[in-house]
């Protein structure tokens, strides 16, 4: 296999289990060290199991336990990588999460928890991402860019989704800081990108695909009539993330088997 991500390093923030471990092996497969990220000690374990996976497919990296919704943890997590790898080259803003509730009864607490790790989170992962990326500046040995970024949001940035208001909105709000970030950025040649899947087969939405009936259902909101893997995902961030997508920059990437494409007027609504 080409190794189009040689030698950069890789922060994938939330990689202990879902879409950011399929990403964490695929930037792994493409050269990348990378940096498994988890929130609390309780997920150790798993992270330790990606890694070694990973490890034992010939790849190289380490785990990192950060809340990425505390500044002092997320600094802290990107100042001990630039001290062990010397820099970082790419940041997959990942890590989400949900608390759904029908609006009229969501708590203050369900709404900031949400907006709190899915917004602000990739906010503070963003901006020390950023800070390195100004420092170290183009190094054309690594990469045409200073630096990637890609904002891991969802087709709900675009497709409104009823009982799940603090979800919808914080990746409403992510394509904005992706958009920009993209802008503010381009000229110091930083790209920055989101990735938008449809229905992945992860814990986040299990409910969804683990009975027969639960699947069925699904698949009639999914076009391309499969659901979603983590390597769908993995596999469309080494190409976001590398070289060949060097003139890609502020876009949002949907990765969704055409979940987006209105499939309710399939049959001419
Ligand atoms: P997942 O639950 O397997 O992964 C989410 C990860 O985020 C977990 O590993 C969790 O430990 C981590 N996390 C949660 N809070 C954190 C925090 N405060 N700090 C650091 N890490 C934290 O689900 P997933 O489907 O792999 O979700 C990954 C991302 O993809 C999320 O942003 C989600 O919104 C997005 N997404 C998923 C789907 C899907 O169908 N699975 C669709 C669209 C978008």
């Not at 930037?27 to 996976?53: F, H, Q, R, W």
């Not at 055409?258 to 499939?263: E, H, I, K, Q």
Request: charged share 20%.
């Amino acid at each position: 296999m080409d190794k189009k991500l040689q030698g950069q390093i890789a922060i994938i923030t939330g990689a202990s289990s879902g879409i950011g471990a399929g990403v964490a092996k695929s930037l792994s497969a493409a050269g990348a060290t990378v940096v498994i990220n988890y929130p609390v000690a309780a997920a150790k374990d798993a992270a330790e199991a990606v890694l070694a996976e990973i490890k034992t497919a010939g790849g190289a990296g380490n785990t990192s336990m950060c809340d990425v919704s505390k500044e002092d943890q997320v600094q802290k997590m990107f100042a001990d990588t630039v001290q062990q790898y010397g820099t970082v080259d790419i940041l997959i803003n990942n890590a989400g999460l949900q608390k759904d509730s029908p609006f009229e009864s969501m708590s203050l607490e369900q709404w900031n928890f949400v907006l709190g790790v899915n917004l602000t989170g990739q906010f503070l992962c963003a901006r020390e991402a950023i800070r390195e990326f100004l420092r170290r500046g183009v190094d054309p040995k690594r990469s045409r860019a200073a630096g990637k970024i890609i904002h891991m949001s969802s087709v709900h940035e675009v497709i409104p989704w009823a009982g799940h208001a603090n979800y919808a909105a914080s990746k409403g709000g992510i394509l904005m800081l992706m958009k920009t970030l993209a802008q503010e950025f381009a000229w110091k040649k930083i790209r920055i990108n989101s990735i938008c899947p449809g229905a992945i087969q992860t814990p986040i939405n299990r409910s969804a695909w683990d009975t027969p009936e639960a699947l069925k259902s699904l698949l009639t909101l999914i076009p391309y009539q499969r659901i979603g893997i983590p390597e769908d995902i993995g596999n469309a961030a080494v190409w976001l993330c590398s070289d060949d997508s060097d003139y890609v920059n502020g876009t949002s990437l949907f990765v969704d088997g055409g979940m987006t494409l209105y499939p309710g007027f399939t049959e001419n609504g």
